[in-house]
């Protein structure tokens, strides 16, 4: 899959993203560890679309995950001591509110760490996934 497929098959899926904060509990405190990056796409605006067998949400989910693996390499995260994890949910298929209940499929990029640097460290890697993501026109939701 070329880059400029890969595009406009972003495009065409109306792909979005949303990020969750990831905390841990230690010594009474809450601890931000991580963020969720969850990367959602939908090929079709029927809302009964509920089929988990569903060759065209596998393809939607192909093209998610293809910009989940190039996240690691072409974000820029600038850190070497980063986890990253990813989820392609692959038996599932949601029903968004959001998308006016359209069935989409998505696939969560775990990114993780055990110490932060700086203070301005979380902001820092928020802002280069914002701009990797809008780069390939997935906007945040
Ligand atoms: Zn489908």
Redesign the pocket.
């Known amino acids: 899959m070329t880059n400029q497929v890969l595009q406009s098959l972003v495009a065409e899926y109306n792909s979005f993203w949303q990020v969750w904060p990831q905390y841990e509990q230690a010594n009474g405190e809450r601890r931000l560890i991580g963020f969720e990056v969850e990367l959602i796409g939908s ?2 605006s029927d809302l009964n ?1 509920v ?1 988990p067998a ?5 393809s ?1 989910r192909a093209v998610l995950l293809a910009i989940a693996d190039l996240l690691p390499r072409e974000a820029n995260l600038g850190e070497n001591s980063l986890t990253y994890n990813i989820d392609s949910h692959s038996n599932s ?1 949601l029903c968004l509110p959001a998308l006016g209940n359209r ?1 989409a ?1 998505s696939v969560s990029i775990y990114v993780s760490w055990n110490r932060s640097n700086s203070q301005s460290f979380e902001t820092d890697m928020l802002t280069a996934i914002k701009s990797f993501l809008n780069r390939w026109g997935i906007h945040q939701r």
């Open positions: 090929h079709t679309h089929d569903c060759r065209r949400c596998r939607v298929v069935s499929v």
